[in-house]
């Protein structure tokens, strides 16, 4: 039986206790340098990219995803030229950010079979990847920062889960460096894993950077394939996303010509404002800042 007549029961592991099946056809698999790379189809999620056996991609929610990963940045900079995105190998985040009049977008990516794979099995997605304004460093994220003279007015980290070498784009030396790298009036934007499935985690990406930035927002949203609420953080050195009204935000999205699947200016205000009392309790406790040394264990209960 040939691959694309096989159907497979695929397992995408949550947390030690939970696993969620999806009912898939391969399309594509490899091993790269760093990882497992994995094309399937489903009738639920749509064509799917999946990464050491977590599903990063999804067509049918890209919307959720990618609109989540880089509009509530973009939009709360009132002029966004030069962008970084750190990762974001799919793809996914550079389309969203050149809907913006941005004049530059450099993508750090370690895995350039990642690139690859979305050109060719997720093309809508990685569309951006070809515009002139877009320039793809085959680097790794951390390194790059490390060495960047350049400045940014904003700076996007769109990486996988916190394990192995992912962890260091986590810690307070890189968070400082990227403040480094941001302009005088720079905004930041990271995902932060789930305060309900890896809340240490969570936690501490947000203690971290307020030891880092003056303004730090974090949000959460849902996102069908990954069922669980993601964490979102935005770190700015001036503006604030809760200072944003409605119609501000609708005059930006309406000025930029932005045509957007997901966000609303009504959900870009509700998102800073919709945790729940008991993250908010938890958010005001006393967590440690990550460091090199002292990096929490990336495990859902």
Avoid at 49 to 73: D, R, V
Avoid at 147 to 173: G, L, M, Q, W, Y
Avoid at 265 to 289: C, G, H, T, Y
Wanted: with cysteine.
């Amino acid at each position: 039986m040939s691959d694309e007549n096989l159907t497979l029961w695929f397992a995408n592991w949550h947390t030690d206790n939970i696993q969620h099946l999806v009912k898939v056809k391969p399309v594509y698999s490899a091993q790269s340098e760093y990882q497992r790379i994995e094309v399937v189809d489903s009738k639920v999620y749509g064509r799917l990219l999946i990464l050491n056996g977590e599903i990063q991609l999804s067509t049918k929610f890209n919307s959720y995803i990618h609109e989540s990963m880089t509009h509530p940045a973009l939009l709360l900079h009132p002029h966004p030229k030069n962008v970084l995105i750190v990762g974001g190998g799919d793809g996914g985040s550079t389309t969203e950010v050149v809907k913006h009049n941005v004049e530059s977008v450099t993508v750090v990516e370690i895995d350039g079979e990642v690139v690859q794979v979305a050109k060719e099995y997720f093309p809508g997605i990685s569309v951006g990847f070809s515009d002139k304004r877009v320039t793809i460093k085959y680097l790794d994220g951390r390194d790059f920062v490390e060495k960047c003279k350049d400045k940014f007015d904003v700076i996007i980290n769109d990486i996988s889960d916190p394990t192995e070498s992912a962890c260091t784009v986590f810690t307070r030396r890189f968070f400082g460096k990227l403040y480094d790298c941001l302009r005088e009036d720079g905004v930041f934007l990271t995902h932060a894993e789930s305060p309900d499935s890896c809340e240490e985690i969570f936690y501490r990406v947000i203690a971290t950077l307020r030891d880092v930035f003056p303004i730090v927002r974090p949000f959460r949203i849902w996102i069908p394939p990954y069922i669980d609420f993601w964490g979102r953080v935005i770190a700015s050195k001036k503006y604030d996303p809760s200072e944003l009204d409605i119609s501000q935000i609708a005059e930006r999205i309406s000025e930029r010509g932005l045509l957007l699947e997901w966000l609303t200016p009504e959900l870009f205000f509700a998102m800073f404002r919709s945790f729940s009392k008991d993250v908010l309790d938890k958010m005001n406790q006393e967590w440690r800042i990550i460091t090199e040394k002292d990096f929490p264990l990336f495990n859902r209960p």
